[in-house]
Each structure stands twice: as C-alpha cells, then as structure tokens.
C-alpha cells in the first residue's frame, strides 16, 4: 500500500480537562474535530502575529504597452 507523503508532523499535547472540554465545545460549536479546530487556531494566531507567510498569488500577467 502506497502511503501519500505530507508535510504535517505530530506531536503531543498535555492540556488541563478544562481547557479540553472548552476545545472540544468551540470545535463541536464549529463543525470541526479537535484536530482541526486546533490548527486552525495556530494557523489564527501565527496569521494575527504576522509570524505566518501569507500564500503567495499568482502575478496576472499583464501585457506590455509598448
């Protein structure tokens, strides 16, 4: 069986059952699993730091005046 290669790496999480219950809500609230609502919260907060490249878009050509 052929595996697709990804650029996402794993890692654990200890987090107080608190703050799990209040994630597990938001993600609930949202229609995401844990796992996505908490990229997307990373993704959120790198964006709002500046820290996170913004994807690059394509350049329209356009045609030369000469």
Known sequence: MATK???TR???L???AETMEALE???AD???SMNG???WIIAEALRR???KPR???RKEETPNEE
């Open 25 to 27: 809500t938001w993600a």
């Open 49 to 51: 730091s500046g820290r």
């Open 14 to 16: 200890r987090i107080d």
């Open 5 to 7: 290669e990804s650029n």
């Open 55 to 57: 994807a690059k878009k």
């Open 37 to 39: 609502q908490l990229q």
């Open 30 to 32: 949202e229609f995401r």
């Open 10 to 12: 794993s890692f654990v």
